[in-house]
């Protein structure tokens, strides 16, 4: 089946770092690819829309400049949490669908990426 | 999209069957009910999803009322790897706008040896 891989699965880093989350399609393409975080306890939250070729779309409260996404291929996604600070620290987990099937088929999930500043 | 109503969390003796229900009131007749599961510290995974027939695949089932105002997941043997947090999720069929999916509370399924 398809499979969306990121990488890497955990970060440990020093607050102001700046960090890159890899999101790949291995077996399909994907013109858009979606990030969410999530918080202990709590359920997925979008942060963002990942399209290809084209700016990302942000939703509401999340800032731009500090979760910047690259989307430069139909098979990679990337996510930079810039200058992070402990109140970054979260799971970060990619999806993607399959572009060549219709659009009500399933998204695919990474195994999401756990970050933690100190 | 729509909202769907689930229960915070349910239990469930080891190979016995589970009914992991979901209340959509407010769907649309070109909604899909679509059904993804997380286990701990992993990504969530898709089960299964449905329009208005009760759907089948080597996962689960999927029973739709026939208003569609509810539906129900049904796991027909459940096994410790089964533990994890369930979600229901309403998806506009002709998607107007983005394709992203919309995460509530979901239902946190507990299995008992």
């Known amino acids: 089946g398809a499979v969306v891989s990121q990488h890497p699965s955990w970060v440990i880093c020093k607050s102001g770092t700046s960090v890159k989350i890899e999101c790949r399609s291995l077996?399909?393409?994907?013109?858009?690819m979606f990030w969410y975080r999530q918080f202990p306890k709590q359920s997925l939250m979008l942060m963002a829309t990942s399209n290809e070729g084209s700016k990302a779309t942000y939703e509401q409260g999340v800032e731009k400049d500090k979760f910047l996404i690259n989307h430069a291929s139909l098979t990679l996604s990337t996510l930079t949490v810039t200058s992070a600070h402990p109140e970054d620290s979260s799971f970060y987990i990619c999806?993607?669908?399959?572009?060549?099937?219709?659009?009500?088929?399933?998204?695919?999930f990474g195994d999401g990426t756990r970050l933690s500043i100190l | 999209d729509a909202k769907t109503t689930q229960p915070n969390s349910m239990e469930s003796n080891e190979e016995e069957p589970v009914h992991l229900p979901c209340n959509h009131s407010t769907i649309s007749g070109t909604d899909y009910i679509h059904w993804y599961r997380q286990l701990p510290s992993q990504g969530p995974e898709y089960v299964i999803h449905?329009?208005?027939s009760n759907v089948n695949n080597r996962m689960a089932s999927l029973a739709i009322a026939e208003d569609r105002k509810s539906s129900t997941l049904i796991l027909h043997r459940a096994t410790l790897r089964d533990a994890a947090v369930y979600y229901c999720?309403?998806?506009?069929?002709?998607?107007?706008?983005?394709?992203?999916?919309?995460f509530g509370t979901g239902t946190r399924l507990t299995i008992i040896p």
């Open positions: 999806s993607a669908r399959d572009h060549s099937l219709h659009r009500n088929q399933p998204q695919h």
């Open positions: 449905g329009l208005t």
């Open positions: 999720i309403l998806r506009d069929r002709f998607y107007f706008g983005n394709e992203k999916l919309t």
């Open positions: 077996d399909f393409q994907a013109t858009t």
